[in-house]
């Protein structure tokens, strides 16, 4: 049983400008294309005779061109569930070492150790420099996750919250231990108290330096982005080998009898860069919100056209 098409209206909006502008691109290469080519023709001949070089077409030229533009971008959605995962397995690292720091101290409490470089502190200091690695490392990742997919979410709160997950990791892994230990210093002698309070600060410091996100978007950067994400969640597109539009539905009144073209007939599917890339640039009417796109295109054309009426006489 085929599935129906889920694309939301804003998604088809988005597919149609995204293919007006493909399009627009492919006519500007052609006619640059072209015009190279006149111009190559119309140079008058040397005397001398040329050397016989290869003839490039334009539709050679045309598809490098294509090609290069339309290289996609490193990582997707592998890369960035792995550098994640990986994220989320250091910052549990970083908690175990901070549950081992506590263990340290306490232990070093118990046994009445009052100098900084008594075993049990040392224990204690190597495990929250273990922390801060931990953390520092994991923040790297998730915030190159976020270079590849960055949160898109509506509410600017969640937005940073995600970004800045690095920072909050941080003061979860080293907040409790120095409150813990703030809170024993009256049993420590000035010296020790002095030194891993300074050791903890300039961890904690270090590793929320090296964690905070500095490239986290703006909130148009988040608008565009958005609209591109809408765009390119349409899923699976059709399109026939004689018809000019793209369709979101399989069961689309023009293609629900067209037998695919792995079986031998002509109707083909893929992303909605494969149906630019054919030359469907058309959404079609029923099912991929053409008959939309075409009144909102008729209405910004006539806005255009009285903005420019009434403008006064120069």
């Not at 400008?17 to 492919?26: P, Q, S, V």
């Not at 959605?77 to 175990?96: C, N, P």
């Not at 070492?97 to 101290?105: C, T, Y």
């Not at 002095?194 to 996100?213: E, K």
Request: charged content about 25%; aromatic content about 8%.
């Amino acid at each position: 049983m085929e599935k129906k098409s889920t694309v939301s209206d804003a998604a088809k909006a988005e597919a149609a400008k995204k293919a007006a502008a493909a399009k627009k691109a492919a006519e500007s290469k052609k006619t640059g294309v072209k015009s190279a080519s006149t111009k190559q023709t119309s140079k008058p001949a040397p005397k001398q005779t040329p050397k016989k070089e290869p003839a490039v077409k334009a539709e050679e030229v045309e598809e490098v061109v294509e090609q290069e533009t339309e290289a996609p971008a490193a990582g997707g959605k592998g890369s960035v569930k792995g550098l994640r995962i990986g994220a989320i397995i250091l910052w549990v690292l970083a908690i175990a070492a901070e549950v081992a720091a506590f263990f340290a101290f306490s232990y070093a409490m118990r046994n009445g150790a009052q100098n900084w470089n008594d075993p049990e502190y040392l224990y204690m200091i190597g495990a929250l420099v273990a922390d801060a690695i931990f953390c520092i490392v994991a923040a790297q990742l998730w915030k190159k996750s976020n270079r590849i997919r960055p949160c898109l979410a509506d509410s600017k709160l969640v937005r940073t919250l995600w970004h800045q997950l690095g920072v909050i990791m941080v003061l979860v892994c080293f907040l409790p231990i120095g409150i813990f230990l703030l809170a024993k210093s009256d049993k420590l002698n000035k010296k020790t108290k002095t030194i891993l309070i300074a050791i903890i600060a300039a961890l904690l410091l270090g590793a929320g330096t090296a964690s905070v996100d500095f490239q986290q978007p703006n909130e148009e950067q988040v608008q565009q982005l958005q609209q591109e994400a809408q765009a390119e969640a349409v899923g699976e597109v059709y399109w026939t080998r004689f018809g000019k539009s793209y369709h979101f539905d399989r069961n689309c009144q023009y293609i629900k009898d067209k037998t695919p073209a792995a079986d031998g007939g002509t109707l083909y599917a893929g992303s909605l860069d494969d149906a630019f890339a054919a030359n469907r640039w058309d959404p079609c009417d029923i099912c991929a919100g053409g008959a939309q796109a075409k009144l909102d295109e008729a209405a910004a054309d006539t806005a255009t056209t009285d903005t420019a009426v009434e403008q006064p006489a120069g």
